[in-house]
């Protein structure tokens, strides 16, 4: 079965860098779109970032020239690159096969001033 493994989240200062990892297995990672999203306490899921399977992206406007997503297909590997980190960035982070219903279990980051 399909399964997604977020890792990589932590508590840092504003100002300071993260990188997330989803680690796939039971897909053909190569061939699909990918997606970054966070839940904020009280409030939606959001998109972060996405990456189709020819490494086309696309940002969220609010981390837009902080956070990059990319991917290792070798390794079946999503990855969410967060630097300029802000507290607004606390949430809990979930990848996501784009199209499906299949999503990570989450990994919490959360940034203080």
């Known amino acids: 079965q399909v399964q997604l493994v977020e890792s990589g989240g932590g508590s840092v200062q504003a100002g300071e860098s993260l990188r997330l990892s989803c680690a796939a297995s039971?897909?053909?990672?190569?061939?699909?779109?990918m997606g970054w999203y966070r839940q904020a306490p009280g409030k939606q899921r959001e998109l972060v970032a996405t990456i189709t399977s020819g490494r086309s992206t696309n940002y969220a406007d609010s981390v837009k020239g902080r956070f990059t997503i990319s991917r290792d297909n070798a390794k079946n590997t999503l990855y969410l690159q967060m630097n300029s980190l802000k507290p607004e960035d606390t949430a809990v982070y979930y990848c996501k096969v784009q199209g499906s219903n299949y999503w990570g279990q989450g990994t919490q980051v959360t940034v203080s001033s």
């Open positions: 039971g897909i053909i990672f190569s061939i699909v779109a």
